[in-house]
């Protein structure tokens, strides 16, 4: 069956809405079982959702970055873990409306409006930094490329049709390279073993001698020669999971105690929701996530203006509002993970409640990259003016 094409920012908004809806009460099974949500990514993909960036001209809904950031945090809301599987395909979708000839354009996009779905393959364990890239296209002599790594974190590669692969050419520029997940050559690896996101799948992809055409590898060191968004959407949608996240966390709490709570003996209350301390620290907790939500909104604008008028100081301003708002979902997302327990009593701290995984998922995500460097940009950007630094995780 074809994948549905979603027309416009309201219908995708609509259809993020009603597949959290649909994914929630399966989530937490999901996580205490292991269990790949293979069925629910297959209606993610039926759904249109994947194909909602895809520029118009090319048949796409071409949905704003506001819009883009909330589906991603009403998916989280439902399931921290399918929320995270698709970031990296929207990063690597991006790659191609950047830096994609007329000819790669029209061929992937068609096959996102069909349905397929892009993993990723760019993170490497062992070596000096992130960005120390070791993975190699090697060119043959007909023009095609041999590609040899290994890449660890693979988020979405297991559940796969493309898997973008983050590499070097032999003049040691960065390039993507497009691979088909059923390739000769390609293993991909289930041993993901996180305490938390526990069915991302995010686990390994070894690459030995795998043939690559030309056409299939984009020049993504090109991104980072002038004014990009690249890094800024990235994060955006980092942001609005750990949004996501929080949000969940703390409905999740408020139902824990209205349905299965007693107050506090001292209180005075007749029941837990009328505990004055329980009252004031679901408010504290609130006010976060509200500020996350604000925040996120606010990045999110920030990067459709620069969209619509890029320059170093757009670019800079997008960068700098998606870092305050990934800093604030990254604290909020672990403060209400955690504060889910304090406001719900001991028992919910029975390992059969899995009420933990919202601060698994939170804590597991939130070392993507750290916030504390993100800080230090805002810093120098209030102090000096000075732009942050152009790369795909600011």
Do not use: C
């Not at 009603?18 to 297959?42: I, N």
């Not at 796409?60 to 809301?77: I, K, M, P, Q, Y």
């Not at 990063?91 to 409006?113: D, M, P, S």
């Not at 032999?170 to 073993?193: F, K, S």
């Amino acid at each position: 069956m074809p994948a549905h094409v979603i027309a416009d920012d309201a219908e995708a908004l609509a259809v993020a809405t009603a597949l959290a809806d649909e994914f929630r009460p399966g989530a937490s099974a999901r996580d205490s079982e292991r269990r790949l949500p293979r069925a629910e990514l297959d209606r993610l993909s039926a759904s249109g959702l994947l194909a909602v960036t895809v520029p118009a001209d090319h048949g796409g809904a071409d949905v704003r970055a506001t819009t883009l950031a909330e589906v991603f945090r009403l998916l989280a809301s439902a399931d921290g873990s399918l929320a995270q599987i698709p970031q990296s395909h929207f990063a690597y979708v991006n790659v191609i409306r950047r830096q994609g000839t007329e000819e790669q354009r029209t061929f992937f996009f068609a096959e996102l409006l069909a349905g397929r779905r892009f993993g990723n393959a760019q993170s490497e364990a062992g070596t000096k930094h992130v960005q120390d890239i070791r993975t190699r296209l090697t060119r043959r002599p007909d023009g095609s490329y041999a590609l040899d790594g290994v890449k660890h974190y693979s988020t979405g590669a297991l559940f796969a049709d493309w898997i973008p692969v983050l590499a070097r050419t032999e003049d040691d520029n960065l390039h993507v390279a497009y691979v088909p997940r059923d390739a000769p050559g390609v293993t991909v690896t289930d041993d993901w073993d996180g305490l938390g996101q526990r069915t991302t799948a995010s686990g390994t992809v070894r690459l030995v001698d795998v043939a690559v055409p030309a056409d299939r590898v984009l020049p993504h060191h090109l991104t980072f020669q002038g004014p990009q968004l690249h890094g800024a959407v990235a994060q955006l949608l980092h942001a609005a999971i750990d949004a996501g996240i929080a949000a969940g966390a703390l409905a999740e709490a408020a139902e824990f105690v209205r349905t299965k709570s007693r107050p506090w003996f001292e209180s005075g209350a007749e029941t837990a929701v009328e505990d004055p301390l329980l009252v004031q620290r679901f408010g504290e907790l609130a006010l976060a996530v509200r500020a996350s939500e604000a925040l996120l909104s606010k990045a999110a604008r920030t990067v459709d203006a620069a969209s619509a008028g890029l320059t170093d100081d757009s670019a800079a301003e997008a960068s700098i509002a998606v870092a305050a708002a990934k800093v604030q979902a990254a604290r909020t997302a672990v403060e209400v993970g955690s504060a889910l327990f304090e406001v719900s009593g001991t028992r919910a701290a029975l390992d059969s409640l899995n009420l933990h995984r919202h601060w698994r998922d939170a804590r597991t995500h939130t070392l993507h990259d750290p916030t504390r460097w993100k800080v230090q940009h805002i810093g120098r950007h209030v102090l000096t003016g000075t732009r942050p630094p152009r790369h795909g995780l600011l």
